[in-house]
Nanobody, 115 residues
């Protein structure tokens, strides 16, 4: 069964932090690099961070130095630690394979950065 379940979003003030989690199941994910994507209203979905199965990471310039991606292969879980959040980080966040996502998407988790 293919499943992606994201959690951890919420409302946070600028400068605050959140930690997102994504648990995945299905053989189409475990052997691949995974990433966090986000989509703001009226904008295209973008890849903000990715991590290989061995722990190699890559970040979009807009989040570099503020976000940290990690994964626990034993738990089939990917995390995104988001610090120094800005209003422009407001979006729905999703996980999927990276950099080429599968056709399967979870429900996402909403992150809203506002005072």
């Amino acid at each position: 069964q293919v499943q992606l379940v994201e959690s951890g979003g919420g409302l946070v003030q600028p400068g605050g932090s959140l930690r997102l989690s994504c648990t995945f199941s299905g053989t189409i994910f475990g052997a691949y690099a995974m990433g966090w994507y986000r989509q703001a209203p009226g904008k295209e979905r973008e890849l903000v961070a990715s991590i290989t199965r061995n722990g190699g990471t890559n970040y979009a310039n807009s989040v570099k130095g503020r976000f940290t991606i990690s994964r626990d292969n034993a738990k089939n879980t990917v995390y995104l630690q988001m610090d120094s959040l800005k209003p422009e980080d407001t979006a729905a966040y999703y996980c999927n394979r990276a950099p080429y996502p599968s056709a399967y998407w979870g429900q996402g988790t909403q992150v809203t950065v506002s005072s």
